[in-house]
């Protein structure tokens, strides 16, 4: 697509790369004598039809290619749906293990958090039986009740530890094994959503718009130079070609949004706007803090749950 030839207003051609990637104006880049908006030469009739050319011809390509893999999926379907099967397994052991190493790194911290504060109270309840035994050794007469709470102290203190339970399916993610969505060419448009826990480091479903596949992740970066050394979450969308695409070219106006839980219209709301290419098939940016995210009095995080909602409202536009 990129190297497709492109008629001019000024009657030469150009590259289609050279006026597609311009979002503003700019000069012709064959002439230098005019200045030039991408839409506007786009739109001009020869090139439209050429550019409808070349997308009939890339979904003939895309379909011959869906073809190829049907021949080679319906003579032994249980072969490949075992394969496609045992590798979901494999992503499920693998999460188990990710979740062993999470819980005892928390159950080390905790333990490690415990025995430092039974050691604070044990220092601090010596330091307050040794000033009452001065005490009682500076009366004359023993006081019963004293040496009796003296004694009450020595004695092993009641430590109990209270039941807990993890809700187990929240950690390990719950099992969706709808069918895939169906492009549309009419869809350009849909909202994808991500509901994240403590982990933020998770991908979203992915969703078919116009042939590609769309999702988004969360990162939890800490950046000392920036956000006066505050955590923070990076928001990433992710476009993957369906097929055997080698090139693509995508505009993209999206709006990111983190859910309030109980009115929409406080969401923190953010822009964007990028091209997604072969070169570059993913882009993010710094969201926002996580104290923002976690201060209860700004409704995102849900308590209950303990979780929050992250979702991005994509508007495709192709050449």
């Given at each position: 697509?990129?190297?497709?030839?492109?008629?001019?207003?000024?009657?030469?051609?150009?590259?289609?790369?050279?006026?597609?990637?311009?979002?503003?104006?700019?000069?012709?880049?064959?002439?230098k004598?005019?200045?030039?908006?991408?839409?506007?030469?786009?739109?001009?009739?020869k090139?439209?039809?050429?550019?409808?050319?070349?997308?009939?011809?890339?979904?003939?390509?895309?379909?011959?290619?869906?073809?190829?893999?049907?021949?080679?999926?319906?003579?032994?379907?249980?072969?490949?749906?075992?394969?496609?099967?045992?590798?979901?397994?494999?992503?499920?052991?693998?999460?188990?293990?990710?979740?062993?190493?999470?819980?005892?790194?928390?159950?080390?911290?905790?333990?490690?958090?415990?025995?430092?504060?039974?050691?604070?109270?044990?220092?601090?309840?010596?330091?307050?039986?040794?000033?009452?035994?001065?005490?009682?050794?500076?009366?004359?007469?023993?006081?019963?009740?004293?040496?009796?709470?003296?004694?009450?102290?020595?004695?092993?203190?009641?430590?109990?530890?209270?039941?807990?339970?993890?809700?187990?399916?929240?950690?390990?993610?719950?099992?969706?094994?709808?069918?895939?969505?169906?492009?549309?060419?009419?869809?350009?448009?849909?909202?994808?959503?991500?509901?994240?826990?403590?982990?933020?480091?998770?991908?979203?479903?992915?969703?078919?718009?116009?042939?590609?596949?769309?999702?988004?992740?969360?990162?939890?970066?800490?950046?000392?130079?920036?956000?006066?050394?505050?955590?923070?979450?990076d928001?990433?969308?992710?476009?993957?070609?369906?097929?055997?695409?080698?090139?693509?070219s995508?505009?993209?106006?999206?709006?990111?949004?983190?859910?309030?839980?109980?009115?929409?219209?406080?969401?923190?709301?953010?822009n964007?706007?990028?091209?997604?290419?072969?070169k570059?098939?993913?882009?993010?940016?710094?969201?926002?803090?996580?104290?923002?995210?976690?201060?209860?009095?700004?409704?995102?995080?849900?308590?209950?749950?303990?979780?929050?909602?992250?979702?991005?409202?994509?508007?495709?536009?192709?050449?």
């Open positions: 697509m990129d190297d497709l030839s492109i008629s001019l207003p000024c009657g030469f051609s150009a590259k289609y790369k050279d006026i597609f990637y311009n979002c503003d104006e700019f000069p012709c880049p064959v002439c004598t005019h200045a030039l908006k991408s839409k506007e030469c786009l739109t001009i009739t090139n439209r039809l050429v550019l409808i050319e070349k997308s009939f011809e890339l979904k003939k390509n895309h379909y011959d290619h869906l073809l190829k893999e049907f021949e080679k999926y319906k003579n032994e379907p249980k072969i490949y749906l075992d394969e496609s099967f045992d590798c979901f397994k494999r992503k499920v052991d693998h999460r188990r293990e990710e979740i062993k190493v999470m819980l005892n790194e928390k159950i080390d911290e905790y333990h490690d958090g415990l025995l430092a504060k039974i050691e604070t109270k044990k220092c601090a309840k010596l330091k307050e039986l040794e000033e009452k035994i001065k005490q009682i050794e500076a009366l004359d007469l023993v006081n019963l009740s004293s040496v009796t709470n003296i004694l009450n102290d020595l004695i092993e203190p009641n430590f109990k530890l209270a039941n807990s339970s993890h809700n187990i399916s929240k950690l390990f993610g719950q099992l969706n094994l709808k069918e895939d969505e169906i492009d549309d060419d009419s869809c350009t448009e849909k909202t994808i959503e991500l509901v994240e826990n403590d982990n933020f480091d998770l991908y979203s479903k992915k969703y078919i718009v116009q042939n590609f596949e769309w999702s988004i992740n969360t990162r939890k970066k800490r950046n000392n130079s920036e956000m006066n050394g505050e955590t923070y979450i928001l990433n969308l992710y476009c993957y070609p369906l097929g055997n695409t080698k090139e693509f995508v505009k993209v106006d999206a709006l990111f949004s983190l859910s309030n839980k109980s009115n929409s219209m406080k969401d923190l709301s953010r964007f706007k990028q091209l997604f290419t072969q570059s098939p993913a882009w993010g940016f710094k969201f926002t803090t996580m104290n923002k995210i976690m201060n209860p009095k700004n409704g995102f995080y849900d308590a209950n749950d303990d979780s929050i909602t992250l979702k991005a409202a994509i508007k495709v536009e192709l050449p």
